[in-house]
T-cell receptor
Framework: TQLLEQSPQFLSIQEGENLTVYCNSSSVFSSLQWYRQEPGEGPVLLVTVVTGGEVKKLKRLTFQFGDARKDSSLHITAAQPGDTGLYLCAGLSRTNDYKLSFGAGTTVTVRA | DTEVTQTPKHLVMGMTNKKSLKCEQHMGHRAMYWYKQKAKKPPELMFVYSYEKLSINESVPSRFSPECPNSSLLNLHLHALQPEDSALYLC???????????????FGPGTRLTVL
């Protein structure tokens, strides 16, 4: 059983549309990261959130950490083909002895 | 600079070969990690080194042998691998394992390993 449930698994949208990816858990996380990965490459860190209720913006990307630090979301506004990739949420929790727990990943495809 | 480097980028080896993967970071991080990743799946933790000592071995077969020569370098020695070991091998580093609960791991670009 995965500690982080990530949804949806796949997302295919047209350029210019918005999208949201969710990451949920029954465990509390001391920090949560979002990574983007392209095929054959390593995950690239997008953001780390550590405070409950925190909202961080990175250009067209908005990240939220739930008040209880059990969930997070990634929202992309006006998606572009360059946003295509595998998005991974990952976090540190006492439940997993502070080993990084990953969600299953969301494959995002943005069609031109 | 948040760069972790890995060599080689690609590796093809037979089941009787011995090869090594290399990882390097110059961020002053004291924790380094090896992960294995299959296509369209999240990375799976293999080993954790903390202050150059092996802290975690996630029941990895002995045909994978990690080594941490110093705080900047991490190697993964491979011997007698099986075709099912073909995967993307990722190295990561962070400030310290279980040092700060808000620690962030930075990943290298990976080595694509194919075992024939």
């Amino acid at each position: 059983t995965q500690l982080l449930e990530q949804s949806p698994q796949f997302l295919s949208i047209q350029e210019g549309e918005n999208l949201t990816v969710y990451c949920n858990s029954s465990s509390v996380f001391s920090s949560l990261q979002w990574y983007r990965q392209e095929p054959g490459e390593g995950p690239v860190l997008l953001v780390t959130v550590v405070t409950g209720g925190e909202v961080k913006k990175l250009k067209r990307l908005t990240f939220q950490f739930g008040d209880a630090r059990k969930d997070s979301s990634l929202h992309i506004t006006a998606a572009q083909p360059g946003d295509t990739g595998l998005y991974l949420c990952a976090g540190l929790s006492r439940t997993n002895d502070y080993k990084l727990s990953f969600g299953a990943g969301t494959t995002v495809t943005v069609r031109a | 600079d948040t760069e972790v480097t890995q060599t080689p980028k690609h590796l093809v080896m037979g089941m009787t070969n011995k090869k090594s993967l290399k990882c390097e970071q110059h961020m002053g991080h004291r924790a380094m990690y090896w992960y294995k990743q299959k296509a369209k799946k999240p990375p799976e933790l293999m080993f954790v080194y903390s202050y150059e000592k092996l802290s975690i071995n996630e029941s990895v077969p002995s045909r994978f042998s990690p080594e941490c020569p110093n705080s900047s370098l991490l190697n993964l020695h491979l011997h007698a691998l099986q075709p099912e070991d073909s995967a993307l091998y990722l190295c990561a580093s962070s400030q310290g394992y279980r040092v700060a609960s808000t620690d962030t791991q930075y990943f290298g670009p990976g080595t694509r390993l194919t075992v024939l």
